[in-house]
């Protein structure tokens, strides 16, 4: 099969009363029959209808006027050569018990997801209407075995669980991308990352607009060659390496990533890598990882490596983290934290963690002097000014 590399575009958006024209993106030529989709009615399963026609139609319109009730998983895999023009919207049917049993799932982290969509030249743009937010379902999209992907200006709003998986994606680019997770729970919206990318290269994600209660964007295992730039995100858990090297027997690559240009507010963390240690986990690396000019605001950890992640200091000692970390960048981060310490470099003993640079910090507690701790890292030039001597466990 003839593989060229057209962009699959697809652009979501959900939000009641906004009714925001979708871009106007070029329109790929496909050539074959468009399927123009209307809901079945009240009480009907639409989600059969929907899978038929992108199997069947080099085009499929989802008119803004309709709303398609999805109650089956979407397996869309496998598609070529197709153009979904999602104007309407889809609703997931909400069914808390089938769902959690019904979704794809993935081993990597028990997770489970509503629709999966992959193939190659496929183009796509979804402009969602919602006449009340509150009554949507949430939507968790995996970009599956992937290859030359393009979604954007996409609204997503509250999504059960984590929002964007890239799993085993080659050459996947985000952008124009706004995030919306709230909770009317006491807990908050939980486990909403933003992204999360596995088993994952070439991946960008730019331009966007995150406010969610989980990781804004989180590289996990075997992400490599990744871009994340201009994001905007509020409450989140930060932009996060890891965790890896959770699992026994395997071996967890984290390689060539930059974060560039972040606004992280209210987060609990900012700039974060994190590695297990202790018995009976995995191994791996980190390796040239670099976050620059971050612009934070009152941010609990503004700076962080936990090299004995989920691990107590005495099994850290003991048993500690076989993940590597080298190379690493932490420059220009500026803005606030919540607590006096502003940067923490918490390695695992044994030069686990080398040729790890912090400086041009401009991180202000919100009282007193700040604090950088350290442990187990050889900080060089400006950052063992800021640091001093690190203590060796
Ligand atoms: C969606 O489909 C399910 C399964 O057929 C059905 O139980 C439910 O009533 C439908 N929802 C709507 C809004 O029609
Ligand atoms: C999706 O459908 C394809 C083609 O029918 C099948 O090969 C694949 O196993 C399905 N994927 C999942 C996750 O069920
Ligand atoms: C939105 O839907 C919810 C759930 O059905 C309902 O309680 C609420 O009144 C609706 N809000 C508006 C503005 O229609
Ligand atoms: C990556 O994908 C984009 C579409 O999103 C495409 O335009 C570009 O040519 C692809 N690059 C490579 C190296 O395949
Ligand atoms: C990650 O990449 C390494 C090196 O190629 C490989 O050994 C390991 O199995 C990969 N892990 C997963 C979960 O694919
Ligand atoms: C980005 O975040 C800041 C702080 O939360 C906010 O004031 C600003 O309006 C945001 N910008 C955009 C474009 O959303
Ligand atoms: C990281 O980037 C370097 C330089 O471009 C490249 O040689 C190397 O293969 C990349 N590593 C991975 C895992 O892609
Ligand atoms: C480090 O990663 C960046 C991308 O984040 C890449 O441009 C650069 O070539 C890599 N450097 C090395 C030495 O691999
Ligand atoms: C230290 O890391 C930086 C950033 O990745 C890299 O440019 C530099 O070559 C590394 N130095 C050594 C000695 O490996």
Same mark, same amino acid.
Request: hydrophobic share 40%; with cysteine.
């Given at each position: 099969?003839?593989?060229?590399?057209?962009?699959?575009?697809?652009?979501? &958006?959900?939000?009641?009363?906004?009714?925001?024209?979708?871009?106007?993106? +070029?329109?790929?030529?496909?050539?074959?029959?468009?399927?123009?989709?209307?809901?079945?009615?009240a009480?009907?399963?639409?989600?059969?209808?929907f899978?038929?026609a992108?199997?069947?139609?080099? !085009?499929?319109?989802?008119?803004? +006027?309709?709303?398609?009730?999805?109650? !089956?998983?979407?397996?869309?895999?496998?598609?070529?050569n197709?153009?979904?023009?999602?104007?309407?919207?889809?609703?997931?049917?909400?069914?808390?018990?089938?769902?959690?049993?019904?979704?794809?799932?993935?081993?990597?982290?028990?997770?489970?997801?509503?629709?999966?969509?992959?193939?190659?030249?496929?183009?796509?743009?979804?402009?969602?209407?919602?006449?009340?937010?509150?009554?949507?379902?949430?939507?968790?999209?995996?970009?599956?075995?992937?290859?030359?992907?393009?979604?954007?200006?996409?609204?997503?709003?509250?999504?059960?669980?984590?929002?964007?998986? =890239?799993?085993?994606?080659?050459?996947?680019?985000?952008?124009?991308? +706004?995030?919306?997770?709230? &909770?009317?729970?006491?807990?908050?919206?939980?486990? +909403?990352?933003?992204?999360?990318?596995?088993?994952?290269?070439?991946? =960008?994600?730019?331009?966007?607009?995150?406010?969610?209660?989980?990781?804004?964007? &989180?590289?996990?295992?075997?992400?490599?060659?990744?871009?994340v730039?201009?994001?905007?995100?509020?409450g989140?858990?930060?932009?996060?390496?890891? $965790?890896?090297?959770?699992?026994?027997?395997?071996?967890?690559? =984290?390689?060539?990533?930059?974060?560039?240009?972040?606004?992280?507010?209210?987060?609990?963390?900012?700039?974060?890598? %994190?590695?297990?240690?202790?018995?009976?986990?995995?191994?791996?690396?980190? %390796?040239?990882?670099?976050?620059?000019?971050?612009?934070?605001?009152?941010?609990?950890n503004?700076? =962080?490596?936990?090299?004995?992640?989920?691990?107590?200091?005495?099994?850290?000692?003991?048993?500690?983290?076989?993940?590597?970390?080298?190379?690493?960048?932490?420059?220009?981060?500026?803005?606030?934290?919540?607590?006096?310490?502003?940067?923490?470099?918490?390695?695992?003993?044994?030069?686990?963690?080398?040729?790890?640079?912090?400086?041009?910090l401009?991180?202000?507690?919100? $009282?007193?002097?700040? %604090?950088?701790?350290?442990?187990?890292? %050889?900080?060089?030039?400006?950052?063992? $000014?800021?640091?001093? !001597?690190?203590?060796?466990?």
């Open positions: 099969m003839q593989l060229t590399l057209l962009p699959i575009l697809l652009a979501l &958006s959900s939000l009641p009363a906004i009714l925001a024209n979708a871009p106007s993106h +070029t329109v790929q030529n496909v050539g074959r029959a468009s399927c123009t989709l209307a809901p079945l009615g009480g009907k399963d639409d989600s059969p209808q899978l038929t992108m199997q069947a139609c080099s !085009t499929v319109v989802v008119p803004a +006027t309709s709303t398609l009730n999805i109650s !089956t998983r979407l397996n869309m895999t496998g598609l070529t197709k153009h979904l023009s999602l104007q309407g919207t889809l609703r997931f049917d909400p069914n808390i018990p089938y769902w959690s049993t019904n979704g794809f799932p993935f081993t990597f982290q028990t997770q489970i997801t509503f629709w999966i969509l992959g193939g190659t030249n496929i183009v796509a743009w979804y402009d969602a209407f919602a006449s009340n937010s509150s009554l949507l379902r949430p939507i968790i999209l995996t970009i599956f075995q992937a290859k030359n992907v393009l979604v954007q200006n996409i609204k997503m709003l509250n999504s059960p669980e984590w929002f964007n998986l =890239v799993n085993e994606g080659q050459n996947v680019t985000y952008s124009g991308i +706004t995030i919306n997770a709230a &909770s009317t729970s006491s807990h908050g919206p939980s486990n +909403t990352d933003g992204w999360d990318i596995y088993r994952s290269d070439n991946v =960008v994600i730019k331009d966007s607009v995150i406010n969610n209660g989980d990781d804004c964007v &989180s590289f996990k295992v075997n992400s490599t060659n990744v871009l730039s201009n994001l905007n995100c509020t989140s858990h930060g932009i996060s390496v890891g $965790s890896l090297g959770q699992f026994a027997g395997m071996f967890d690559i =984290v390689e060539n990533v930059t974060s560039i240009n972040v606004r992280m507010s209210n987060a609990q963390n900012g700039a974060r890598i %994190k590695a297990w240690a202790g018995s009976g986990v995995g191994s791996g690396i980190v %390796k040239n990882i670099t976050f620059i000019n971050f612009i934070e605001s009152k941010v609990d503004p700076v =962080v490596i936990d090299q004995c992640y989920m691990t107590s200091a005495a099994a850290c000692a003991q048993f500690p983290s076989n993940t590597l970390i080298q190379d690493v960048v932490f420059t220009q981060i500026s803005g606030t934290s919540t607590g006096s310490t502003v940067a923490n470099l918490a390695c695992s003993p044994g030069a686990r963690c080398s040729n790890i640079t912090v400086n041009n401009a991180l202000t507690p919100p $009282s007193g002097t700040a %604090k950088y701790a350290c442990q187990n890292v %050889k900080l060089s030039g400006s950052s063992a $000014s800021l640091f001093g !001597t690190c203590a060796t466990t």
